[in-house]
T-cell receptor, first 111, second 116 residues
Framework: GENVEQHPSTLSVQEGDSAVIKCTYS??????FPWYKQELGKRPQLIIDIRSNVGEKKDQRIAVTLNKTAKHFSLHITETQPEDSAVYFCAARNTGNQFYFGTGTSLTVIP | DTAVSQTPKYLVTQMGNDKSIKCEQNLGHDTMYWYKQDSKKFLKIMFSYNNKELIINETVPNRFSPKSPDKAHLNLHINSLELGDSAVYFC???????????????FGQGTRLTVV
């Protein structure tokens, strides 16, 4: 099956700074890469996604980049705010429509 | 309307018991999943199922079995519960069609299972 690795496992930034989370995947046939945010005690929710035929996507303060050749993708959050504090998961969907998740990054934004 | 709903939200039970968690989605999706989130927050896929195929993660004990009465439901049955089964279990669903804009997995609110 697919193997998704995610780094770092924890990340602390000052409010207003940027945060970057990186993931790699193993299955070159994976074609869709969503990012989820999970607040304490809640369900994971999609914040941004990217398909394999796109290299970069941006939505306000968040952006995702994908390098298919290197099989890695990254989440960038700019101008971080305290409400960005949560656990973030990357994921890769394979051709069997299965989603494999990274191990999560606990982001803390310090006011 | 809740897109993916699962019940119960909390489940406390003794070792050796058999329990079920129910999941329903009203999104018309063709694939449903069960994930286990342990204390380290890892989200591990247990099963994926559509009306054609059940895919089981090879690491899942056969005490766990999914049952799908129809396309909108995927229930999880667990036999002979063990302490190590304590975790949060998430149901999710997605649409397989790549042409569909909404291809992400939608999650239920989770079921916190505690085995004592």
């Amino acid at each position: 099956g697919e193997n998704v690795e995610q780094h770092p496992s924890t990340l602390s930034v000052q409010e207003g700074d940027s945060a970057v989370i990186k993931c790699t995947y193993s299955d070159s046939a994976s074609n869709y890469f969503p990012w989820y945010k999970q607040e304490l005690g809640k369900r994971p929710q999609l914040i941004i996604d990217i398909r394999s035929n796109v290299g970069e996507k941006k939505d306000q303060r968040i952006a995702v980049t994908l390098n298919k050749t290197a099989k890695h993708f990254s989440l960038h959050i700019t101008e971080t705010q305290p409400e960005d504090s949560a656990v973030y998961f990357c994921a890769a969907r394979n051709t069997g429509n299965q989603f494999y998740f990274g191990t999560g990054t606990s982001l803390t934004v310090i006011p | 309307d809740t897109a993916v709903s699962q019940t119960p939200k909390y489940l406390v039970t003794q070792m050796g018991n058999d329990k079920s968690i129910k999941c329903e989605q009203n999104l018309g999706h063709d694939t449903m999943y069960w994930y286990k989130q342990d204390s380290k927050k890892f989200l591990k896929i247990m099963f994926s199922y559509n009306n054609k195929e059940l895919i089981i993660n090879e690491t899942v004990p056969n005490r766990f079995s999914p049952k799908s009465p129809d396309k909108a439901h995927l229930n999880l049955h667990i036999n002979s519960l063990e302490l190590g089964d304590s975790a949060v279990y998430f149901c999710a669903s997605s649409q397989q069609s790549f042409a569909d804009r909404n291809t992400e997995a939608f999650f239920g609110q989770g079921t916190r299972l505690t085995v004592v």
